[in-house]
């Protein structure tokens, strides 16, 4: 059975090679954990020990299928307890995500798939997430950065580029959650902000910041 620290960084590793870089350096994991280089190595070679990583000196870590498979899994629990803790129990954004790291490791798989069950098998969680199925599956996103709509054209936020406590405060006092609809009305060349309309009631004008880091699911009709 792996512990805690071990889950923990698996995920962290599977999220970092998810950008692109399958091998993944000691310093950028250290800083992700904030902690020090020897400590990510020390740890890097116990996962070794347990085959659920490759680890090359110089060349950074590679999670095995093994380990990757665990990662997905730990993922999948966070988002699944994120959903449940937004939608049963009325947690904010900002709120879902400390108590989720405590609940994804309880090992129970009986337990997973209920909750999975309960929750009507969400594609996604409160912040947008994608929630892999069972299998360690992936759903398909088509979503687009807000930024990238145009003048006139509208979707639903779907997902965030961000999960910084002080953004998600920022778009619960904007009103800002997934399922908004947001329509663009205008886009301000001077400092790339943009006008937009939100649920259709009340007017706002979002940083260009902001604008790149809330992903949007187009509507069919402009």
């Given at each position: 059975m792996n512990s805690y620290a071990e889950e923990n960084y698996l995920k962290v590793i599977y999220k970092l090679s998810i950008t692109g870089n399958k091998r993944i350096v000691t310093k950028a994991i250290a800083e992700k954990i904030a902690t020090k280089p020897s400590s990510v190595?020390?740890?890097?070679?116990?996962?070794?020990?347990k085959r659920l990583v490759n680890y090359e000196r110089y060349k950074g870590v590679k999670l095995t299928e093994k380990g990757e498979?665990?990662?997905?899994?730990?993922?999948?629990?966070?988002?699944?307890?994120?959903?449940?803790?937004?939608?049963?129990?009325?947690?904010?954004?900002d709120e879902v995500h400390e108590i989720a790291e405590e609940l994804e490791h309880i090992k129970s798989d009986l337990l997973t798939n209920?909750?999975?069950?309960?929750l009507n098998y969400p594609k996604?969680?409160?912040?947008?997430?994608?929630?892999?199925?069972?299998?360690?599956?992936?759903?398909?996103?088509?979503?687009?950065k807000l930024s990238e709509l145009e003048q006139g054209e509208s979707g639903k936020v779907v997902g965030l580029?961000?999960?910084?406590?002080?953004?998600?405060?920022?778009?619960n006092d904007q009103n800002?959650?997934?399922?908004?609809?947001?329509?663009?009305?205008?886009?301000?060349s001077f400092d790339l902000s943009v006008a937009v309309l939100i649920d259709g009631t009340h007017k706002n004008h979002l940083s260009h910041k902001v604008s790149e880091?809330?992903?949007i699911r187009k509507n069919n009709e402009r």
């Open positions: 190595t020390d740890m890097i070679k116990k996962l070794a020990e498979m665990i990662a997905v899994e730990i993922l999948r629990k966070h988002r699944l307890w994120e959903e449940f803790l937004s939608v049963f129990l009325g947690f904010k954004l209920k909750l999975d069950k309960l996604s969680d409160p912040h947008g997430d994608p929630i892999p199925n069972s299998k360690g599956v992936f759903p398909f996103s088509e979503s687009i580029g961000s999960g910084e406590s002080s953004f998600l405060k920022y778009l800002i959650h997934q399922g908004t609809v947001i329509e663009v009305l205008d886009h301000h880091n809330i992903l």
